[in-house]
């Protein structure tokens, strides 16, 4: 069993930065991957980013390129995520995701990963 859990949302001006923390514990993840997703009000679950466990491979959705990064501290089981240059429409719930068992990267669909955290809010003022 995985347990996963989010840190980090809050309420930051237009063009300002947070990081989200996703705490994991449970069991190894050497063969791993966490993603992270977001729902805003009104519109479905959206893939923003993942990472491999082992070896750091990253991928992110087109409209957070070079504005959020996703990071992982293998000492901690932690994964980040960096999001810089904020804009309204990322304001969402935040959620982490972990798959452990597919050999596939990247993971792109909600309902590839079996572990989700509870989320946390991030609002974005304008």
């Known amino acids: 069993q995985v347990q996963l859990v989010e840190s980090g949302g809050g309420l930051v001006q237009a063009g300002g930065s947070l990081r989200l923390s996703c705490a994991a514990s449970?069991?190894?993840?050497?063969?791993?991957?966490l993603g992270w997703f977001r729902r805003a009000p009104g519109k479905v679950r959206e893939f923003v980013a993942a990472?491999?466990?082992?070896?750091?491979?990253?991928y992110y959705v087109d409209s957070v390129k070079g504005r959020f990064t996703i990071s992982r501290d293998n000492a901690k089981n932690t994964v980040y995520l960096q999001m810089n240059s904020l804009k309204p429409e990322d304001t969402a719930v935040y959620y982490c995701a972990a798959e452990s068992r597919s050999t596939k990267f990247p993971l792109t669909s909600w309902n590839e990963y079996d572990y989700w955290g509870q989320g946390t809010q991030v609002t974005v003022s304008s």
């Open positions: 990472i491999r466990w082992s070896g750091g491979s990253t």
């Open positions: 449970g069991r190894t993840f050497s063969s791993s991957v």
